[in-house]
């Protein structure tokens, strides 16, 4: 008879270590799950920012490309000609100017 008490208080003790271990990795697979999810929702914003920054970069590369072109054009006579007709008012030798009556 006292054997079994014996079994039967380890089958007992046996289905609650097997009930708590259970319910720990089911909680675990809970937060991992959930973590999980977290990730993907930052992977998807980080990848949507990845494309709006390459967007810039390229933005940036074309405006850095533009303001050379415009530095090598500003060192042309063309260039200088136009600087001097404008906003300075001269004019070549030998040109007429025609202004319009106010």
């Not at 914003?45 to 533009?66: C, D, P, S, T, V």
């Not at 006579?77 to 001097?84: G, N, Q, R």
């Amino acid at each position: 008879m006292v054997k079994r008490r014996l079994a039967f208080r380890r089958k007992r003790q046996n289905h609650l270590a097997m009930f708590l271990v259970t319910t720990a990795v089911l909680m675990l697979l809970l937060v991992v799950g959930i973590k999980s999810i977290e990730l993907q929702e930052k992977k998807r914003i980080y990848a949507a920012r990845e494309i709006a920054l390459e967007q810039q970069i390229a933005e940036e590369e074309k405006r850095a490309q533009e303001i050379e072109e415009f530095r090598k054009y500003t060192k042309t006579k063309k260039y200088a000609e136009e600087v001097a007709k404008d906003k300075l008012g001269l004019v070549h030798e030998g040109e007429i100017i025609f202004k319009e009556k106010e």
